[in-house]
DNA sequence: CGTTATTTGTGCGTATGTATT
DNA sequence: AAATACATACGCACAAATAAC
């Protein structure tokens, strides 16, 4: 800091926010160049360093994207919306409160829908569904498929290999000490579903009605897909929160 | 950079990566301390900058979190699970193949839910309710709520005022030029919900079908929520797809 | 086709502020 | 009060990509 500042807010953040309304409010036309870093720094008298922080965050933030040599350009307003921010918790908080129990323990079976989406040569895959309970109450239902070397990973899990069996764990987690690479990252999708009788048996609800389905898939860091989970949930007791922030085309 | 670097790669990068699949691989446990910026500088032969720019990243995939005076640590495993990622296109490239048709056109009117959903002291918002087509087909249904001041904005807006008018607008893309502050985020609720009658009339699926339903408040830079939209989706046209990156607890 | 100017990317050193222990 | 550790800010140097000549 030179010496008269009072930084009660940071520089690069007041420059990060006056250019994300700026942007926002559209006064940069798509494909036209921003000001360079070297004409903001002078503008607002601070230097190069703080102007690149202040973009930092907006490149991190989708609004802006840079190219060395030519510059920096506002996201395309085409299809620019609100992007995904924030944690998951919501949905993920499971293991806290919650207990797993075994419906149909882990085995190997064909299933050819599930081998496909775990891109195996095989139709082979590793099996297990349970539900997950909060104070004793059924909220979900999952159907868990493995990548044949993952499902053998956790063959010697005693509580996945026991019907009626609870536990406090998650499939994620489990994995993640018995794979040689770690998960990285998931793909999902949502979707609605009408409850099948072993669904609404399972959930305590009656046939027919209406569910939140969540597809995953959960890719290695070698992008190796190694698990999909198809969870059903009752939305009277759950629902997918999520905050979004502006930004991104 | 000094003089013997090879460009190759970034060192911060290398180091982020480095960084990323300790944590991911549990190398610090719960609520134990990182090395510090100097620590990890001096192991890495790299200066602290180059230490503080490779936790910019990692602070920002939520794997670290870092606290002034105390350290650094590794978020926490308990729910740690997977954060979002990437854009919503999928769900809001709705104005691109799409055309909106007008159910009900916009009026005033009493609404003491979504009045206080929208933290507003009055108890009449604005509301129009519509349904958007895909070559024809309908596949979602939306009623939309509106602070007074974000209603009587749109009250010029000729194809919200006339039942059966088709357009290819979006609420936010009209508020967002006739606001004073723009939409800069917004809360979503995710949830499963049967079809009344209404709506299995308006989406052409049978009364009780399964849908999905998201509930999003629009919130201006102020923080002020301007708009509340209820959307149903019939689940065969339509999936909500995410991707998830690893990290934060 | 190379040269040059522009613009962003990377890296280091230093100084100071602030929060925690 | 002192030590520790992260946060902010400035300055400088050079690299790499781009575009214009």
Redesign the interface.
């Known amino acids: 800091m030179t010496s008269n500042d009072q930084p009660g807010e940071a520089a690069y953040k007041v420059l990060a926010r006056e250019l994300?309304?700026a942007i926002?409010?559209r006064r940069f036309a798509d494909g036209v160049r921003l000001p360079t870093e070297a004409e903001l720094a002078a503008e607002h008298g601070v230097s190069r360093q703080t102007v690149r922080r202040a973009f930092?965050d907006l490149v991190?933030d989708?609004l802006v994207h840079r190219v060395p040599g030519r510059g920096t350009f506002a996201a395309p307003r085409e299809?620019q919306?609100?992007?995904?921010?924030?944690?998951?918790?919501d949905l993920?908080?499971?293991?806290?409160d919650t207990s797993l129990e075994v419906l149909r323990p882990l085995r190997r079976l064909v299933n050819v829908e599930a081998a496909s989406r775990l891109r195996l040569d095989s139709d082979t895959v590793y099996t297990v569904v349970f539900r997950r309970l909060h104070e004793g109450n059924p909220f979900c239902h999952t159907a868990v498929h493995l990548h044949p070397a993952a499902g053998s990973a956790l063959a010697d899990v005693r509580t996945l290999a026991t019907p009626g069996a609870t536990s406090d764990a998650t499939i994620?987690g489990l994995l993640?000490d018995r794979l040689p690479a770690?998960?990285?990252?998931?793909?999902?999708?949502?979707?609605?579903?009408?409850a099948d009788a072993p669904l609404a048996e399972a959930l305590g609800c009656p046939p027919?009605?209406?569910?939140?389905?969540v597809d995953?898939t959960y890719l290695t860091?070698d992008g190796q897909p190694v698990e999909l989970a198809v969870t059903h949930?009752l939305?009277e007791q759950?629902?997918?929160?999520?905050?979004?922030?502006?930004g991104?085309g």
């Open positions: 994300r309304q926002l409010r930092q991190a989708g299809g919306y609100l992007r995904q921010f924030g944690s998951i918790e993920m908080g499971l293991s806290l994620i993640d770690p998960i990285a990252e998931a793909e999902q999708s949502i979707t609605a579903a009408a027919a009605a209406p569910l939140l389905r995953r860091t949930f939305p759950y629902s997918y929160r999520i905050k979004l922030k502006r991104l």
